[in-house]
């Protein structure tokens, strides 16, 4: 296996939400790409046309992606069926990213040493996605 990737599935809002985490954690996006951009795309309006097919953004060594959903499909329910785990590499790097890409949501487990050997913290995002964060501060 090269890699473990995540695709988040947004109604509408995916490109604020990418611009966002760009905000926090800093890089490039590595592809965006339109609904209107398919080859031989249906006939659509221009808010669909502008929709993201896809988005890509590397955090560390693992890529998340995203797309809207289209109008034709049924809205999506944001956050509780998946977590993105980032391995940071400090404690600092931890509290900067928690701090950041917490703002405007929900902290649901502050960030603590914890008893497994790593400084962890877990919340949900303004955009509704959980996260975890975690720095391993002794081998296991």
């Known amino acids: ?3 473990s990737n995540i695709t988040l599935l947004y109604n509408g809002n995916t490109e604020e939400a990418f611009n966002f985490y ?9 592809n965006v790409s339109r609904m209107k951009d398919i080859p031989n795309a249906p006939a659509m309006g221009e ?3 502008n929709k993201i097919l896809h988005m890509a953004f590397p ?21 509780n069926n998946f977590f993105i785990t980032v391995e940071t590499e400090s404690e600092e790097e931890t509290t900067r990213l928690f701090i ?11 960030l603590a040493h914890q008893f497994w050997g ?6 949900i ?13 002794q081998q296991v």
């Open 1 to 3: 296996m090269k890699a």
């Open 22 to 30: 760009k905000s926090v954690i800093g890089g490039e996006f590595i």
């Open 47 to 49: 808010e669909e046309a």
């Open 59 to 79: 955090i560390g060594n693992s890529i998340i992606m995203g797309m809207d959903l289209p109008s034709s499909r049924p809205a999506v329910n944001m956050g």
């Open 100 to 110: 950041g890409l917490s703002e405007g949501g929900t902290v649901t487990m502050p």
């Open 118 to 123: 790593s400084f962890f913290g877990m919340f």
């Open 125 to 137: 995002d303004k955009f509704g996605i959980q996260w975890m964060l975690s720095f391993a501060t």
